[in-house]
Every structure is written in structure tokens, then in C-alpha cells.
């Protein structure tokens, strides 16, 4: 009988699904990182929430550990690549506490408007000071929604109803879908300008880390009141005292911070800043969802082997898995270069199987190249929810297999149209089961992806790769492959080169300043 440590606080609707389905369960709440050490090893699933720290360390200690179920949607506590070499399928529920967590956004946003904690304190104190506190109305005001996912959507809803203005930032939300949400879709520099209020509904990703600080501060309207309901890195603490002092900021509402659980923390005391003790997604509706739900997909995990919401695992029964196996991984790897190349507003995504791919089923390849796609954009995405998340984005995917050869004895080609430009990358298997980039932008190459990559575009000139081989090579960077590619003598030209070291943005904007460069990206696999 497979067992389950609940090792934070979850609803007890989950003991009681764990119960009902034959898993034993212990709940053990609050334990230290060596106490959890100590026993993890005798569990075959381990449900958290956010305060149990999921680390390397731990899993190396997880000998018969086979799912961590995350009973909420951010992962960040959970160390999921280390998850996946360990063969560890980490599970998310990522809708369950949408609602509840866009609620708490609009509760703060009321709390900073009218001084509610201040004015309560102060009255419990037998102050009575009604002229301390002097509110400012939300109607008619404008709140900048940076994020506009599952959260952020249901709060422009409910800003809508309070008869505000919204304007979004989200640079993969598409004008059609700004369009059905009611709200104007601005660039971010827009939105500092405009919004009196400002709140942060994004993942914390190398893109969105410290998106609020004293530069983005600036550009902010005198008095803006900021609300962060999302992961605490997205602003930076220091910048944001400095303003509340200065009084550029007229108020922040807090539910989230860089060190958690914040027990000291430089905002603390502030008169204008409003903190909760990441509160955002406790109810008792929420905690009900969440339970429920990832007690019932760790429970199929573990007696049926059925995945559902896993964000490191693919679902595919165990008869076409051999097949798919190698195709998989080619698909997977022109996602991720499709979505790494990706800036604009995905509008459209076209799938081509061509040759051998096309007799498979090839579900499961279109849900991965989707994930591939989306996973800069979106935390959560997995294969099994990127298809769902795609359509909901309104991006329009079509499919299309012929089973006859072409060029290779099999193809798959992504083509991702954009606002702002239509791009296509295709890959076929070398010797069955090695995937090969042969074509990108239409311009023939044959490359094989590895970990830290380089691509450029540029114009065929003589001088080009010599020029980037000397900066690279004077960054200490070795060049592991090199492929080249062009539409013709002259024309535009590729280059694909894998690198030994990570391209850093310093070395990238000197590539980007070399004369013949059109564009260059540094990608991971
Ligand atoms: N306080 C809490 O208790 C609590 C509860 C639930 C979720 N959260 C946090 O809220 C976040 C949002 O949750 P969600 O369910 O709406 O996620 P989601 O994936 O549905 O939406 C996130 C949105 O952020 C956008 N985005 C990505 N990069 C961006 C960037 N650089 N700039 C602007 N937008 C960008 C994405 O396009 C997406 O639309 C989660 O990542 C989680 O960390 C907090
Ligand atoms: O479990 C919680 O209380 C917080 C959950 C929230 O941060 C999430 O990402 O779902």
C-alpha cells in the first residue's frame, strides 16, 4: 500500500481522499529540514503547500518518493529540476485557489484606500481619530494589472465591477483576449504612468524579478499605491521604503516577501504599508480545492499511474511511450526554441508532422511542443495543461500530419505567428532517435540543441564569425558546435553555436552590437 506524508497544513478533505482510496497518510506539520530528512524516505508521495522547503538535499532522501503534490499553483518551493532527475513527478493545482488569491489583490487595494488596518488599530487604541484618516475613492480610478493570467483576469473582473479603469501588461496577452477581459493592454512604462494603483499578478521569473524598484518607482504616478499578492522577489523592498518615505508611494499592500516567513523585515511599522502573512490563497474554499484535488491526482499517480497537472512529466500510456520517447524530446526542444525566440503576443501556433511522426499519435507531441512554448511565458504549464492554457490565451492552434516523406524521412515543423512576425523551426530524428534542428526562418542548418546555446541572425558579410569567435573566445566562452545556415549568397544568414558557459547579458550585448547582427538570443535547453 503506497504511503503519503502531508507535511503542511492541508484541509483534512485530503486525509479523509487518501483514506478513502487505501493510502496511508501521516500528517506531520512544521517539521525541521533534518526532521523531514530523517523520514522522507519512507514515503511514496509527499503533499505540501508553501512551507515546506522541497530541496535537493531532501529528495536525495526521498528513496521511494515518487510525487510531491504542491496542494496550491507556484512551485517555487519545491526544487522541481532535481525532482525530475530523481524520476519524481511534481504535481500543482494550478486553479484551485485563482478566486480566493484575486480576492485577497482587491481586499488590499480597499485596505490601502481607506487606511482600514491603520484606522482599526487605531480605534481598538480608544483613539477616535477621525480625521487622521482620509480615504481616497476606487471608482473611476485606474489600476495597472501587471500579469493578466488566471489572477490577474478575475481581478481586472472585479475591478471592472467597482467601476475602475484597468490597463494590463502582460506581454503574452493578445489584443483579442484584452479585448473579452475589458481592459486596455499598455506597455509596462504605460501603466507606471497611468495606474493609481498597481498590482503584480506575474510568476517570479528572471523576467519579472524585481520588476517594481526605484527606476520603475520613478516612472509611477505621485502617490501610487502598490499591491503585491504574487511572490515577493517581483519588488524590491529597499527601493519601495525609500519611496513610501519620500512619498512617491503612497501606500503598498504586501501579502508576499523576498525572505519568508518574514518575521523582521525593513517595511515592517511603516504607517502606509499594509502586510499579511502570505494569505492569498487561504480560505476555506481554496484550501478545500486545492486539498481535494491534489490528493485525488497524487492518488491516481500512485495507484493508476495517471498524471494530471505534473510540471515535469509528460503523460503518455506505457504502450506508446517507446515510440514517442525520442519524439518527445524533439518536440519538446522546438517548443522551447519557438518560445525562447518569442516576444510578441503569441496570436497563432502551426503544427506540421511529416513522414514517420505523422503515424503516430501525435497528441501528446503537439502538448509538448505547446509547453515548450508557453514555458517562458506561464509558471505552471505542463502537457497537460498547456493546450487548455493555450486556447484560454486565444491562440489559434491547428495540426496537420502527412504521413508521405518529404525532404527527411520524418519532420515536425512549428511555425509561430505573432503580432509582430511569423517564424517557423523544424527538426527531424537522425538515426531514429536523435533530434536535429534542419531549418529555421526556412533557412536550412542541421544543429543539435545543447544546454547554453547562441543564436544569431545577421547579414552574410565576410568578417562576421571571425569576430564573434575572437569576442566570445575573449570572454573565456568555448564554442562546443557551430552550424551556419543562409537563404542565399549575401542574404540573411543564421548561426546556431552551442557554448560551454552560459552567455551572460553583458557578452550578449556585445554580440548584439557586432556590425552584421539583426538579432541574438541566448537560449537554454
Ligand atoms: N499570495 C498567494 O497566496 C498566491 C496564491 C496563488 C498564486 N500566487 C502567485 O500568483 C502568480 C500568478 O498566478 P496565476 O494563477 O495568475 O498564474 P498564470 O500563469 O495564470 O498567470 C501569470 C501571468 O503572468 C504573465 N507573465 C509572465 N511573464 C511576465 C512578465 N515578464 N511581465 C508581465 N506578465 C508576465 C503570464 O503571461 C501570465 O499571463 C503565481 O505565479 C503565484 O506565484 C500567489
Ligand atoms: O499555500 C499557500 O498558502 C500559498 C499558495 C500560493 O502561494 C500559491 O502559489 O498557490
Same mark, same amino acid.
Given at each position: 500500500m503506497p504511503k503519503v506524508l502531508i507535511s503542511d497544513k492541508l484541509s483534512p478533505a485530503a486525509v479523509q481522499i487518501f483514506k478513502d482510496r487505501g493510502i496511508e497518510t501521516d500528517v506531520k506539520v512544521g517539521l525541521a529540514p533534518d526532521e523531514l530528512k530523517a523520514i522522507v524516505g519512507q514515503y511514496d508521495g509527499l503533499a505540501i503547500r508553501s512551507n515546506t522547503k522541497v530541496t535537493a538535499d531532501i529528495l536525495a532522501a526521498a528513496t521511494n518518493l515518487k510525487v510531491v503534490g504542491r496542494a496550491g499553483i507556484g512551485v517555487d518551493n519545491v526544487d522541481v529540476p532535481a525532482a525530475t532527475a530523481r524520476g519524481i513527478v511534481v504535481m500543482n493545482t494550478p486553479f484551485g485557489n485563482s478566486v480566493t488569491t484575486a480576492e485577497h489583490a482587491i481586499a488590499m487595494m480597499f485596505a490601502l484606500a481607506r487606511d482600514i488596518p491603520q484606522a482599526n488599530a487605531s480605534t481598538h487604541a480608544g483613539k477616535w481619530e477621525k480625521s487622521k484618516f482620509m480615504g481616497v475613492e476606487l471608482t473611476g480610478k485606474t489600476l495597472g494589472i501587471i500579469g493578466c493570467g488566471n489572477i490577474g483576469a478575475i481581478v481586472a473582473d472585479r475591478a471592472l465591477g467597482l467601476k475602475m479603469k484597468v490597463v494590463g501588461y502582460d506581454p503574452f496577452l493578445s489584443a483579442e483576449r484584452a479585448r473579452d477581459l475589458s481592459i486596455e493592454k499598455v506597455d509596462l512604462d504605460t501603466l507606471f504612468a497611468r495606474a493609481d494603483f498597481i498590482t503584480l499578478h506575474t510568476p517570479l521569473t528572471e523576467a519579472t524579478r524585481n520588476v517594481i524598484d526605484a527606476k520603475a518607482i520613478a516612472k509611477m504616478k505621485k502617490g501610487v499605491r502598490i499591491i503585491n499578492c504574487a511572490r515577493g522577489g517581483l519588488v524590491v523592498e529597499e527601493d519601495l521604503k525609500v519611496a513610501l518615505e519620500s512619498g512617491q508611494v503612497g501606500g503598498a499592500a504586501l501579502d508576499v516577501f523576498k525572505v519568508e516567513p518574514a518575521k523582521e523585515n525593513g517595511l515592517f511599522g511603516m504607517d502606509k504599508v499594509v502586510c499579511t502573512p502570505h494569505l492569498g490563497a487561504s480560505t476555506s474554499e481554496a484550501q478545500e480545492n486545492v486539498a481535494l484535488q491534489v490528493a485525488e491526482q497524487m492518488a491516481d499517480y500512485l495507484l493508476t499511474g495517471a498524471v494530471t497537472n505534473a510540471l515535469n512529466m509528460p503523460s503518455v500510456s506505457a504502450e506508446d511511450a517507446p515510440k514517442l520517447r525520442p519524439y518527445m524530446k524533439l518536440a519538446g526542444q522546438l517548443g522551447s526554441f519557438a518560445g525562447q525566440l518569442t516576444e510578441h503576443a503569441l496570436k497563432a501556433v502551426k503544427i506540421e508532422f511529416e513522414g514517420h511522426v505523422a503515424t503516430l499519435n501525435t497528441k501528446?507531441?503537439?502538448?509538448? %511542443?505547446?509547453? $515548450?512554448?508557453?514555458?517562458?511565458?506561464?509558471?505552471?504549464? =505542463?502537457?497537460?495543461?498547456?493546450?487548455?492554457?493555450? +486556447?484560454?490565451?486565444? %491562440?489559434?492552434?491547428?495540426? &496537420?500530419? =502527412?504521413?508521405?516523406?518529404?525532404?527527411?524521412?520524418?519532420?515536425? +515543423?512549428?511555425?509561430?505567428?505573432?503580432?509582430?512576425?511569423?517564424?517557423?523551426?523544424?527538426?527531424?530524428?537522425?538515426?531514429?532517435?536523435?533530434? +536535429?534542428?534542419? &531549418?529555421?526562418?526556412?533557412?536550412?542548418?542541421?544543429?543539435?540543441?545543447?544546454?547554453?546555446?547562441?543564436?544569431?541572425?545577421?547579414?552574410?558579410?565576410?568578417?562576421?564569425?571571425?569576430?564573434? $569567435?575572437?569576442?566570445?573566445?575573449?570572454? $573565456?566562452?568555448?564554442?562546443?558546435?557551430?552550424?551556419?545556415?543562409? &537563404?542565399? &549568397?549575401? $542574404?540573411?544568414?543564421?548561426?546556431?553555436?552551442?557554448?560551454?558557459?552560459?552567455?551572460?547579458?553583458?557578452?550578449?550585448?556585445?554580440?548584439?552590437?557586432?556590425?552584421?547582427?539583426?538579432?541574438?538570443?541566448?537560449?537554454?535547453?
Open positions: 501528446p507531441l503537439t502538448a509538448v %511542443i505547446l509547453e $515548450g512554448l508557453l514555458k517562458p511565458m506561464v509558471e505552471a504549464v =505542463n502537457m497537460v495543461n498547456a493546450p487548455v492554457l493555450a +486556447r484560454e490565451r486565444d %491562440i489559434d492552434i491547428s495540426e &496537420s500530419r =502527412n504521413e508521405r516523406d518529404g525532404d527527411y524521412h520524418t519532420l515536425v +515543423r512549428v511555425t509561430v505567428v505573432t503580432e509582430a512576425r511569423t517564424r517557423s523551426v523544424a527538426g527531424t530524428l537522425f538515426g531514429g532517435d536523435k533530434p +536535429r534542428v534542419v &531549418s529555421i526562418k526556412d533557412i536550412p542548418i542541421e544543429a543539435e540543441l545543447g544546454e547554453h546555446m547562441l543564436f544569431v541572425t545577421n547579414q552574410d558579410k565576410p568578417g562576421f564569425i571571425g569576430a564573434l $569567435g575572437t569576442l566570445l573566445g575573449s570572454h $573565456g566562452i568555448n564554442i562546443a558546435t557551430f552550424h551556419l545556415g543562409r &537563404s542565399e &549568397s549575401g $542574404g540573411d544568414a543564421i548561426l546556431l553555436t552551442q557554448v560551454d558557459q552560459p552567455i551572460s547579458d553583458k557578452v550578449l550585448e556585445e554580440v548584439r552590437k557586432l556590425p552584421q547582427v539583426v538579432q541574438a538570443k541566448a537560449l537554454s535547453f
